[in-house]
């Protein structure tokens, strides 16, 4: 997966030894609807902005209005500048953009990130078109991989929602597995019935790798508290194990929950390429 998501979910430390400028197998992040899979993607956004080895590119079918300013990586103006917004609002434009990635100027992106592939998928339900965007996404981190060189290599993280339980599975979720080996599932937390919006975090980083699960939860002020899922909480399978638990823990503002909030405008210089709604 893309390190810089997990280093979010580990409250900022390492993923462990000899990571650096490695970017994990391509990730497809997972959940239904309100499960912050945006706030999750910006999060990463702002870490791997914060490496220096590149910038990082978002895109988005429309603007975001808002982002969490209640930490100092979200506050800090250097970083935002090196995180672009683009905002492809078709699957032709997307494609599009994808394919012309080899003529953008300045550095190569050092994460790719792409909020919201359900709705591209929704004007299409074809199973080619599916694997088309998936292949180019890949294909284009790829090349961008080869750009940065021996700076390391360029993340992919893709946000799919997923519908409701009992609504049946997303569009051609298990063709957009095989392109994606690494999944993050965001599901709502049994233990967490009592917090206003409480979510488990399982990440499935590979066959040969162990399950490892967080819990995620927003606060009535907007922050967004991570700590390790309680080994006695997960039931793991045979070959697979459930992290020790640990008290340490992060916190950020999650942008589409309550909390203090400020308009993109307001932070954003057209270095981002980020317009705010009107």
């Known amino acids: 997966m893309a390190e810089a998501l997990r280093r979010v979910l580990n409250a900022g430390r390492a993923a462990g030894p000899g990571v650096d400028g490695a970017a994990g197998p391509p990730l497809l992040l997972l959940g239904a609807p309100r499960s912050a899979q945006t706030s999750l993607l910006f999060a990463a956004a702002l870490e791997a902005a914060g490496e220096g080895r590149g910038p990082v590119l978002f895109l988005t079918r429309r603007p975001l209005q808002s982002l969490p300013l209640n930490t100092p990586a979200a506050r800090d103006h250097w970083r935002l500048q090196k995180i672009r917004f683009q905002y492809p609002s078709s699957v032709p434009e997307l494609l599009q953009l994808l394919a012309s990635a080899h003529e953008a100027p300045g550095p190569a992106p050092s ?29 284009t981190a790829a090349y961008f991989s080869g750009r940065l060189g021996a700076s390391g290599s360029c993340g992919l993280v893709v946000a799919l929602e997923t519908p409701k339980e009992g609504d ?18 965001l599901q709502p937390d049994a233990l ?15 066959q040969l790798s162990p399950r490892v699960e967080w819990s995620v939860t927003f606060l009535p002020n907007g922050e967004m508290a991570v700590t390790p899922w309680p080994p006695q909480a ?43 709604k009107t």
């Open 168 to 185: 049946g599975d997303a569009p051609h979720l298990t063709l957009l597995q095989r392109y994606f080996p690494a999944q993050c599932w």
């Open 111 to 139: 994460l790719l990130l792409l909020d919201g592939l359900e709705e591209y998928l929704a004007e299409d339900s074809g199973a080619q078109e599916a694997a088309y965007v998936a292949a180019l996404l890949l294909d």
């Open 234 to 276: 997960s039931k793991p399978s045979p070959d697979k194990t459930s992290p020790s638990a640990g008290s340490q823990s992060s916190t950020l503002v999650c942008d589409n929950l309550s909390g203090p909030q400020f308009p993109l405008d307001s932070i954003l210089t057209s270095e981002t390429g980020a317009d705010s």
């Open 192 to 206: 967490g019935l009592g917090q206003q919006h409480c979510l488990r975090a399982s990440l499935e980083s590979g």
